[in-house]
């Protein structure tokens, strides 16, 4: 069987699609599948093409045994919404002409949507190409970009609408990382075969007994001091004002401390915030490599996980939250639905707060620092669900399955 996953992002950038992806093929191409790879030149997140790379129209490389091809992209350091665009339209040009001139033809091409604008170059190579097109979907968009407020114009958001329900109807196979992505889908197209292929756990690199725990102490924080974590995109759907204003509330607890660890469109602001609300108790360290991830976790006593109040998010699950409850560490969830139900309610990985409510997130700190809790056992729930029920391998096998399916 040859597989085309088709996405704007992948390693050696950092992120939730990129490990997600990556994780996925690398487990395909051991059950004998020929997996490549087409995508951008790295650049994410601070949209800087990465030495190596700049100049360049057409690069091919291997990542663990992996054919990885990448086409030009136009990236610009703005967060304006033309730009996002130029940026997402520049890719879906250049990946269809290079996929038309230096591919071969495959049995599937999965492409990676947002943004959904890369869902038409993969409908058209998949038509060259005779592969069927398997619609792979991390958030509905355009829904969540109109609901979030990025998104105004109704004639655009017409269109988008147009472009999303004409690549459903063009697919072979819908695939949603979510049960409430894959449940919103299946009531709006019940005729399309709509498979859950959800984000999960690496049970080999995240393993609890071979981390380096010395970043806690090289950062210069003690021993006795209550670490949280949010690592991940600065943008605008985690509404990380929640953050920042619990820390305001708790400047009184001395031995609590946050910590913003990454970047995004919303940086800036939140650090004018923490300056305009006078924060001495919370740090914003800038993206780390993949490989340093497992020893900061280790190091932090809980991760934070909020999302905006938005009904949309109910069916959303953050990728932080697994390599997270790998490493024991328990979440406090500002996030309801599907995320609640799973690692809080079933899990009991953690603590809920009301998404948005600093006054919530607040109180439930103090639950902890007053020893209400227990954080080790949190961790340990949290470790034990996901080794069972997120595991990567299992995944892959699941979706390799949905394919052979296919192909008979």
């Known amino acids: 069987m040859k597989f085309l996953i088709l996405t704007q992002y992948y ?22 599948v020929a997996v490549e790879i087409l995508t951008a030149m790295p650049n994410y997140p601070k949209m800087e093409i990465f030495e190596g790379y700049k100049g360049q129209n057409y690069v091919l ?38 996929g038309w001139r230096r591919l071969e033809r495959f049995d599937f091409i999965m492409v990676e949507s947002p943004p959904l604008f890369l869902g038409k170059s993969a409908w058209l190579l998949s038509r060259l ?14 829904e969540s970009a109109e609901k979030l407020g990025l998104v105004t114009n109704k004639v655009f958001l017409k269109m988008a609408t147009w472009l999303e329900e004409f690549l459903y109807r063009k697919s072979v196979l819908i695939t949603g990382q979510t049960q409430g992505i894959v ?5 709006r197209f019940p005729e399309k075969r709509v498979h859950w292929l959800p984000n999960g756990v690496d049970t080999s690199y995240f393993d609890t007994s071979e981390v380096d725990r010395t970043w806690r102490a090289g950062m210069g924080y003690q021993n006795d001091q209550l ?20 820390a305001h509330n708790l400047q009184h607890r001395k031995s609590v401390r946050f910590i913003i660890l990454g970047d995004g469109p919303m940086k800036g602001e939140m650090i004018r915030l923490k300056a305009e609300l006078q ?12 490989t340093e991830i497992p020893g ?20 959303a699950i953050p990728s932080k939250i697994f390599e997270n409850l790998a490493m024991e560490k328990p979440l406090l969830l500002g996030v309801n639905g599907e995320a609640k139900t799973l690692f809080i309610d079933s899990a009991k990985a953690g603590l809920h707060f009301e ?23 949190m961790g340990q729930n949290g470790r034990t669900y996901v080794m069972k029920y997120f595991n990567r391998n299992v995944i892959a096998d699941e979706f390799l399955k949905v394919l052979e399916s296919l192909t008979s």
Not at 130 to 142: Q, R
Not at 355 to 377: C, F, K, T, Y
């Open 296 to 315: 900061i976790i280790k190091s932090i006593d809980i991760a934070l996980v909020p999302l905006k109040n938005l009904p949309l998010f109910e069916g």
């Open 183 to 187: 449940a919103n889908i299946s009531e």
């Open 355 to 377: 998404p948005e409510n600093h006054l919530h997130l607040a109180s439930q700190i103090e639950r902890v620092l007053d020893g209400e809790v227990s954080l080790e056992e």
């Open 129 to 142: 190409k005779g592969a069927g097109l398997i619609f792979n979907v991390s958030d509905l968009w355009p």
């Open 279 to 290: 924060l001495d108790n919370l740090d914003f360290l800038d993206p780390v490599g993949k």
């Open 227 to 246: 670490l949280l974590l949010y690592a991940g995109i600065i943008g605008h759907a985690q509404g990380l004002e929640v953050i920042l204003k619990a």
């Open 61 to 98: 490389e291997m990542i663990d045994g992996i054919k990885v091809h990448r086409s030009r992209i136009f990236v610009k350091k703005s967060g304006g919404i033309s730009a996002r665009l130029l940026n997402y339209y520049s890719f879906g040009w250049t990946s269809f002409w290079t």
């Open 11 to 32: 390693p050696p950038e950092t992120g939730a699609p990129q490990n997600r992806l990556h994780a996925l093929a690398l487990r395909l191409k051991t059950k004998g």
